[in-house]
């Protein structure tokens, strides 16, 4: 079992719709929570940062942990076709050594169709 | 501000012929990542520097893989001899502080190199 499981979709929805990503996680030591979106043929770039269990908004999006289930979930308001990419939800927590190297999911696909 | 720079940005080659990757990151950023990314799957750290040196290159498959990073600024990812599985695309990315899973620090990607090994 992975530490870090996403699932790959696709998800396809209509414009205008409300979306909801999630991924799950077996490593309890995880304490930080990113989501990153990655277009195609593009690398990764980072959209929401947590490291709180509750709710993060940011304009559309809504990041969203819940560390006692050891469940993330990013929601996206008014799904716009612009926001068809691959959606990466991503963990750390403070290393030995100092690092904090994300361990990412596999990605889910979202289609967002006019 | 210009972003992470990586040449080429695909590169077909046959079995047991070597290759390289160049990066350029961000100006300023001391932190340095070399990522693998499978076709479905998310990035795997390959190796990370922090300036000159690699502080971190457990993944780092070291008999076929190798870099460095002259200067602290521009990196280079070598394989030789490359195999049927090394197919898929490398990711370079740099942070500030190399905090990149932290609070404060970001991590900015490149847009990849895609090797096809055949």
């Known amino acids: 079992q992975k530490e870090v499981e996403q699932d790959p979709g696709p998800l396809s929805v209509p414009e205008g719709a409300i979306v909801s990503l999630n991924c799950t996680y077996s490593?309890?030591?995880?304490?930080?929570f990113m989501w990153y979106r990655q277009y195609s043929r593009k690398g990764p770039e980072l959209l929401m940062y947590t490291y709180s269990s509750g709710n993060k908004e940011d304009g559309r999006f809504t990041a969203q942990v819940d560390k006692s289930s050891k469940y993330i979930s990013l929601f996206i308001r008014d799904s716009q076709p612009s926001d068809s990419a691959t959606y990466l939800c991503?963990?750390?927590?403070?290393?030995?050594?100092?690092?904090?190297?994300?361990?990412f999911g596999r990605g889910t696909s979202l289609i967002v169709h006019p | 501000e210009a972003g992470v720079v990586q040449s080429p940005r695909y590169k077909i080659i046959e079995k047991k012929q070597p290759v390289a990757f160049w990066c350029n990151p961000i100006s300023g950023h001391n932190t340095l990542y070399w990522y693998l990314q499978n076709l479905g799957q998310g990035p795997e750290l390959l190796i990370r520097y922090e300036n000159e040196e690699a502080v971190d290159d457990s993944q780092l498959p070291k008999d076929r893989f190798s870099a460095e990073r002259l200067k602290g600024v521009d990196s280079t990812l070598k394989i030789q001899p490359a195999e049927l599985g090394d197919s898929a695309v490398y990711l370079c990315?740099?942070?500030?502080?190399?905090?990149?899973?932290?609070?404060?620090?970001?991590?900015?990607f490149g847009p990849g190199t895609r090797l096809t090994v055949l």
């Open positions: 490593n309890s030591a995880f304490q930080y």
């Open positions: 991503a963990m750390s927590f403070h290393a030995s050594g100092g690092s904090y190297i994300p361990t």
């Open positions: 990315a740099s942070s500030l502080d190399g905090l990149a899973g932290a609070p404060g620090d970001t991590q900015y």
